[in-house]
Each structure stands twice: as C-alpha cells, then as structure tokens.
Nanobody, 129 residues
Framework: QAELVESGGGSVQAGGSLRLSCEAS????????IGWFRQPPGMKREGVAI????????LYNDSVKGRFTISQDKAERTVYLQMDSLRPEDTAMYYC??????WGDGSYCSLNHYSMDHWGKGTLVSISS
C-alpha cells in the first residue's frame, strides 16, 4: 500500500528556515514525479516544487524560486523541501504528492495537483511576522 509520510513542519518567524521530509513507501520510487503542494487556510491547493526521481529534474512555483530547494535521497526514498527566507504568506498545510506513472524523464512532471495519485497527510508550516 502506497504511503507518503511528511515531517518537519513547525512555527518560525519570517526570515527563518524549515526543512520538510517526505518518506515514500509501498510503491516503486524509480522514475516518478514527487512533489510538495500547499494549501493555505480557506484557499486552494497549489504546487510548490516537484522532482523527477530518475533524472533529478526540478520544477518550482515562481513564488518560491530562489528560496525553496527540492532534493531527494534515493537510497532513503525520501524527498526534501528546504525552505529559506520564509514569509508569512508561506503559511499553509504542506502535502507531499506522488504521480505513480513511471515517466521517462522530468519533462512530464507537473505542479498540477490533479496529476498526483498518492498523498501524505500533511505537515503544518506557520510563519509569523
């Protein structure tokens, strides 16, 4: 059974940093698009960053470029999101999502949350001004 488990959320002041982790299990990790999505209170879910586990292609939402970095540890089947220079508008529930289609390369990865087949339960990130 596919499972994604997020960790690393918390409360920090603006300008601070957090690192989120997403551990994947129960499905093949190879050549998948796995990413981070967030949903602020009362708003729609949006894509933040996504990585292709095969060729390491990365895609970012414009709002986080230069501040957030997505990476992976293939041996640990874990995807990370390093978040620096955090802003109050980054406050949201952050979810890890995985597209279960084995795309050949990262050109097929998308920040559209409808592309994801598996979801974690989320981890809360709260940024105070």
């Amino acid at each position: 059974q596919a499972e994604l488990v997020e960790s690393g959320g918390g409360s920090v002041q603006a300008g601070g940093s957090l690192r989120l982790s997403c551990e994947a299990s129960g499905f093949s990790y190879a050549s998948k698009c796995i990413g981070w999505f967030r949903q602020p209170p009362g708003m729609k879910r949006e894509g933040v960053a996504i990585i292709h586990t095969g060729d390491d292609t990365k895609l970012y939402n414009d709002s986080v470029k230069g501040r957030f970095t997505i990476s992976q540890d293939k041996a640990e089947r874990t995807v990370y999101l390093q978040m620096d220079s955090l802003r109050p508008e980054d406050t949201a529930m952050y979810y890890c999502g995985a597209d279960n289609t084995p795309w050949g390369d990262g050109s097929y990865c998308s920040l559209n949350h409808y592309s994801m087949d598996h979801w974690g339960k989320g981890t809360l990130v709260s940024i105070s001004s």
